[in-house]
């Protein structure tokens, strides 16, 4: 099967501080800064897809748990990804 590559351009304006580090990424790399946007955010959508499924993970052990210990420590995990610290 053919693997697609096409292509969606879209304009995003970063903020000054935002442009500046990524174009230091890029020149690091040497990439373009377009490549090292891409990939941050591949990274960031595929870190929430892990969070989302560490969430029902979670879910699914303090659905199945007996232990108040353990229930607890889940209740406080879950509370942690939904809220923050």
Same mark, same amino acid.
């Given at each position: 099967? /053919?693997?697609? =590559?096409?292509? $969606? ?9 935002? /442009? ?6 890029? @020149? $690091?790399? @040497?990439?373009? /800064? =377009?490549?090292?946007?891409? %990939? !941050?955010? %591949? &990274?960031?959508? =595929? /870190?929430?897809?892990? &969070? @989302? %499924? ?5 879910? *699914?052990? !303090?659905? #199945?748990?007996? =232990?108040?210990? &353990?229930?607890?420590?889940? @209740? *406080? &995990? !879950?509370?942690?990804? #939904?809220?923050? %610290?």
């Amino acid at each position: 099967m /053919a693997i697609s =590559n096409n292509v $969606s351009r879209q304009s995003v304006a970063l903020p000054a501080r935002l /442009a500046k580090r990524v174009k230091a990424i890029a @020149k $690091s790399r @040497k990439v373009s /800064a =377009n490549r090292v946007i891409v %990939e !941050l955010i %591949e &990274e960031g959508l =595929n /870190a929430k897809l892990r &969070e @989302k %499924e560490h969430f029902f993970d979670v879910a *699914e052990r !303090l659905a #199945t748990s007996k =232990n108040p210990d &353990e229930q607890r420590r889940l @209740k *406080e &995990e !879950l509370a942690r990804l #939904t809220f923050g %610290e």
